[in-house]
């Protein structure tokens, strides 16, 4: 055998070890994985009930959650095509109606203002009604006032139009976060939201190129048109989603929460979880004042001025990225062109920038992971804050654009990091209405990122723009050392801890099991027919309180006779009929409430 044989054999050898090992490792991981939903089942069988994040944690990752990751990118795509339409098609339309750079820049303003409405009637709605009819009214919104854009005759009826657009973009585009982050287990939320929003990215590209094809050619109507085309995709996808369980158990609908559960399961090919489905009603839901309460004020707060200065810096390097490669910006000619039109040298460059937010998905997804949300969200912000800086300084085209391409891979990070952090921090009972809101100065921040570029950019000088850019991302890094507690790996909350103490307590007192509804029997129960669940726990073993507290002192042993003084008086202090034994005294459940609500949360 020749040199040359034996090194085939050998590589053969090593690849098939190679191939072996992989193989091992796999059906290792897949047997861990099966025994873990194995462990989850018995302890679920011997409690004889189950929580939402406990059957989720059981059923785990599978098809139904992939599929409808897919289809809810399609959402965040068409949303994304909608916010970006306008810095491409803006000089056009200001040729096309001859505007004035400020009624060319009231578009775009107008698109954000009306979001802010859309935000606060969406976040209550959700948290009010269920999350799916607010998603099923936005994407209808969007879609069809969106294709109406395409046939406004004048520069008014245009401007109602897409602010009509901005209120339906306004009520859903946190209520998909909200939604894939209740529907999916703890370990993946972070992978669910990165590729929801590859999908936003995708957006992005997808109008670049149509509006560099159709343009020039078609004019901006056939541009409008063609970001209709996902939104209306949408339209026939949207009614098929389901309502989140999260909110039916706390709406007081756990039937529908388990049918919802059942469904996911059947999808995934595993068995549903045995028992009864736990259940805590809570009747005041979606309520601003909740989100400024003690135990949320301070992270409300940083979470309100880190989104506002996150969406200035996405915004203002979405809109400024045009501006500045046409204004020639690194070569010192800061002259207007004529044309109404970007070059295609112009639409490669935005090209090559938008494709920065591809980069910031890993960004996001490893730094979440690897140090938590609120620490990847100080180091972000941080490595942000130099790119901003590096900006004032232009050392030519090339360098321009490749320090826009890493400015928007990190703005876009960080508002990932916001998304995920904020509908974990929140419990499912104020989610929507705290994101909501917190979404509203969102559009501040992008308005008047728009004002910075089109207004202090051109008409003073473009490092005053840039010192304003280098302001926010530092007011951006210190709010992020504000947040509260680390929620990376933690479950989503749903209600007060006074609704759930309050109903354990009362369900303890009546003699009930932890699991279901009030008034729900344990398995084996053999109750009398007719006879109410106390009495019937009266009858056989005496009150309820004696029955979880142990016999007082009104029940003297079987060989005494029964008076008021048999009781066993604890240490040397005599026995009496109104003190009994203080290992023996019963608290009431009120006593008991109000015991725990004096503690410290």
């Known amino acids: 055998m020749s040199y040359g044989d034996l090194e085939d054999v050998r590589m053969e050898s090593a690849l098939t070890d190679f191939t072996s090992q992989n193989y091992r490792t796999i059906v290792q991981n897949v047997d861990e994985q099966e025994d873990s939903r194995a462990r989850k089942l018995q302890r679920i069988k011997r409690r004889g009930f189950y929580n939402v994040d406990e059957c989720m944690e059981y059923i785990g990752m599978g098809k139904y959650h992939w599929l409808w990751m897919g289809l809810f990118g399609i959402s965040s795509m068409a949303q994304a095509v909608e916010i970006t339409l306008s810095s491409l098609i803006l000089s056009d339309l200001g040729c096309y109606w001859n505007l004035t750079v400020w009624e060319e820049v009231l578009i775009p303003c107008m698109v954000m203002l009306c979001s802010i409405p859309g935000d606060l009637v969406g976040g209550r709605l959700a948290d009010t009604y269920g999350r799916f009819p607010v998603l099923v009214a936005g994407q209808v919104i969007i879609a069809v006032f969106g294709v109406l854009s395409a046939f406004a005759p004048t520069y008014i009826w245009y401007l109602i139009l897409r602010c009509v657009v901005g209120f339906g973009f306004g009520m859903i585009v946190f209520l998909i976060i909200v939604q894939v982050a209740e529907l999916c287990p703890t370990a993946y939320r972070a992978t669910a939201v990165s590729i929801t929003f590859i999908m936003w990215t995708f957006g992005n590209i997808y109008i670049i190129l149509g509006a560099w094809w159709l343009e020039e050619d078609y004019g901006w109507r056939a541009v409008v048109l063609w970001a209709a085309i996902p939104c209306v995709i949408m339209l026939f996808i949207i009614p098929f989603a389901d309502e989140s369980p999260k909110y039916c158990i706390i709406?007081?609908?756990?039937?529908?929460?388990?049918?919802?559960?059942?469904?996911?399961a059947h999808f995934n090919q595993i068995e549903m979880c045995p028992g009864e489905l736990e259940s805590y009603v809570e009747t005041r839901r979606g309520r601003l004042a909740d989100i400024f309460a003690p135990n949320f004020r301070q992270v409300t707060f940083a979470l309100i001025v880190a989104m506002f200065a996150a969406n200035f810096m996405y915004y203002g390097a979405i809109y400024a990225a045009p501006l500045l490669l046409q204004y020639n910006y690194c070569n010192g000619d800061f002259a207007e062109e004529d044309s109404c039109?970007?070059?295609?040298?112009?639409?490669?460059?935005?090209?090559?920038?938008?494709?920065?937010?591809?980069?910031?998905?890993?960004?996001?997804?490893?730094?979440?992971?690897?140090?938590?949300?609120?620490?990847?969200?100080?180091?972000?912000?941080?490595?942000?804050?130099?790119?901003?800086?590096?900006?004032?300084?232009?050392?030519?085209?090339m360098v321009l654009i490749i320090e826009l391409f890493f400015e928007r891979a990190l703005a876009n990070a960080v508002l990932l990091l916001i998304y995920i952090y904020t509908p974990e921090f929140y419990p499912t009972y104020i989610r929507s209405i705290a994101f909501g809101f917190i979404m509203t100065f969102s559009a501040w921040g992008g308005i008047l990122a728009i004002i910075n570029v089109y207004v202090v950019g051109l008409y003073t000088e473009w490092a005053f723009m840039w010192y304003i850019?280098?302001?926010?991302?530092?007011?951006?890094?210190?709010?992020?050392?504000?947040?509260?507690?680390?929620?990376?790996?933690?479950?989503?909350?749903d209600n007060r801890p006074?609704?759930?103490?309050?109903?354990?307590?009362?369900?303890?007192?009546?003699?009930?099991?932890?699991?279901?509804?009030a008034g729900q029997k344990k398995e084996g129960d053999q109750s009398l027919p007719g006879t109410p669940l106390g009495e019937q726990q009266n009858s056989r073993t005496g009150t309820p309180e004696q029955h979880n507290r142990g016999p007082t002192g009104s029940t003297p042993p079987m060989d005494q006779p029964a008076t008021a003084s048999s009781a066993t008086p604890p240490f040397d202090q005599p026995a009496t009929a109104s003190t009994p034994p203080f290992d023996q005294r019963v608290i009431s459940p009120v006593q008991d409430q109000e015991v725990l609500s004096a503690m410290p949360r």
């Open 251 to 264: 709406s007081g609908d756990p039937e529908k929460a388990k049918a919802i559960l059942t469904k996911i």
């Open 341 to 397: 039109l970007l070059t295609d040298e112009e639409f490669v460059f935005d090209l090559i920038i938008g494709c920065g937010e591809f980069l910031s998905i890993p960004i996001f997804a490893f730094s979440s992971e690897l140090l938590g949300r609120v620490r990847a969200a100080n180091v972000v912000s941080a490595c942000l804050l130099v790119f901003v800086l590096l900006l004032e300084f232009c050392y030519g085209q």
């Open 469 to 493: 850019f280098g302001a926010m991302a530092i007011i951006l890094l210190t709010a992020t050392f504000f947040f509260g507690r680390e929620t990376l790996g933690q479950r989503l909350e």
């Open 498 to 517: 006074e609704t759930v103490m309050s109903m354990r307590s009362s369900r303890a007192s009546n003699g009930e099991g932890g699991a279901g509804t």
